[in-house]
């Protein structure tokens, strides 16, 4: 595996927690245990429910929490870092809420510090999902550099449409739109569709569903629309030239790493929970034609899969694992550049990956050949539905509710907030 003598240690823990068989010799040095981190509870200001995401506002401690309703909440991490404080909130325009739908993702412009933009990802109706562009309004204080007032109608009503992808043959307000991202190096954004239930979606280049969608959104003020990517990943006639990769059916978490590679957690279909390494586009990852593993020349395969086994390797590791029959796939970056490193190096160029319903969380380390080098537990978070590194260098996670469902009538509890310490 040609592992360093630090990477072998921890992958032998890792084996040794999982039961799984090793010849592996181990080094002098023991790897951190995983009950090393821990997830602390922040206070949250407010108490939401039903919690798609967050993201902290560029430059700032102040963060946005995103609902499924379309109401997002604006909150500022307080200086002790203990509890957030409310600051206000207002609603995204045109969001459709039932069952998986509704507001889902946001991400934020790479020039925010002058734009001001942020992008959201919804559905718009049973059939379609969209993403829209706001503009975040603010005036500052003179008084106080830190105080920013904020006029939430004028975000509300600066919203356009980017784009509005669907198929009218869904059967249920399913297999939305994802997370969407942006590469910093050209501004350009790739977003998760995933398939409306209708798997040929997911291996036609003439749709757009099912995969990876690359476009260069507008920002032209008070109108919206894209342009497709300069270099489409697909040139086969009639292909869809924002069509970047083939072959996912519920892809709704995923990022882009310092390398430019693509990390995608997709939902699976009750048999296998799949995160994907995307290095470039063209790439086919088999759905519906295969899911988990192939072991063949046609698709790509996933670097980490599980099933519904409650005596799954990754279950077992956790003592804490909420056991039944759901499975919901997460993944997320673990570090990003310009903040402290809170975990001595271990979160460097990670990927934290996990099941929201079991609650297991792991990181792992992914050689340039997409070879996982590290693998360990790092804890158990259930419900978990959003991640962001915050400017202080701690990994942040906000929960869904207290339930692992959408189900027509459900109740749900109280949203949570937490930060992963060390």
């Not at 946005?64 to 307080?78: C, F, N, P, Q, S």
């Not at 919206?224 to 292909?239: I, L, N, R, V, W």
């Not at 990181?363 to 050949?369: A, L, S």
Request: net charge negative.
């Amino acid at each position: 595996m040609n592992l360093t003598c630090s990477r072998s240690a921890r992958l032998l823990a890792f084996m040794a927690l999982a039961s799984i068989p090793t010849s592996i010799s181990a080094c002098s040095s023991p790897p951190p245990a995983p009950g090393e981190f821990a997830f602390v509870e922040v206070t949250l200001g407010s108490e939401p429910s039903r919690v798609t995401t967050l993201r902290f506002i560029p430059g700032t401690r102040e963060l946005l929490i995103a609902r499924i309703t379309g109401e997002v909440e604006h909150h500022r991490l307080d200086d002790d870092g203990e509890s957030t404080t409310l600051l206000g909130s207002f609603t995204v325009p045109h969001v459709f809420d039932r069952l998986d739908c509704g507001l889902v993702s946001l991400a934020f412009d790479p020039d925010f510090a002058t734009n001001h933009m942020f992008f959201v990802g919804h559905c718009t109706d049973a059939w379609h999902s969209g993403i829209g562009r706001l503009t975040w309004n603010t005036q500052d204080d003179d008084d106080d550099d830190d105080d920013h007032r904020v006029d939430y109608e004028a975000v509300h009503a600066s919203y356009v449409s980017i784009i509005e992808l669907g198929d009218e043959r869904a059967t249920q307000p399913w297999h939305n739109v994802g997370a969407i991202f942006f590469d910093p190096d050209d501004a350009s954004m790739y977003a998760l569709f995933g398939d409306k239930t209708i798997d040929d979606n997911a291996q036609d280049v003439t749709s757009p569903l099912g995969g990876i969608v690359h476009l260069v959104p507008s920002h032209a003020p008070g109108l919206g629309g894209y342009e497709p990517p300069a270099s489409p990943a697909f040139s086969t006639q009639g292909a869809d030239p924002i069509r970047h990769t083939l072959g996912f059916r519920s892809p709704w978490t995923g990022f882009m790493d310092d390398a430019g590679r693509i990390f995608v957690g997709d939902v699976g279909s009750g048999s296998v929970e799949e995160v994907n390494v995307v290095p470039t586009g063209g790439r086919n990852f088999g759905w519906p034609e295969a899911e988990g593993p192939c072991a063949c020349d046609t698709f790509e395969d996933p670097i980490r899969h599980w099933g519904r086994s409650e005596s799954h390797p990754y279950v077992r590791a956790d003592p804490d694992a909420v056991l039944g029959w759901a499975r919901v796939v997460w993944t997320a970056r673990a570090s990003r550049s310009g903040v402290p490193d809170r975990y001595q190096g271990l979160l460097d160029d990670a990927v934290l990956y996990g099941d929201m319903c079991v609650g297991f969380v792991r990181r792992m380390k992914v050689d340039q050949t997409g070879m996982v080098t590290e693998d360990e537990p790092v804890g158990h978070l259930a419900n978990a539905t959003g991640w962001d590194v915050g400017p202080d260098g701690y990994v942040y996670a906000v929960t869904f509710s207290d339930r692992c469902t959408t189900s027509p009538g459900a109740s749900y509890g109280r949203a949570q907030l937490y930060r992963l310490e060390r």
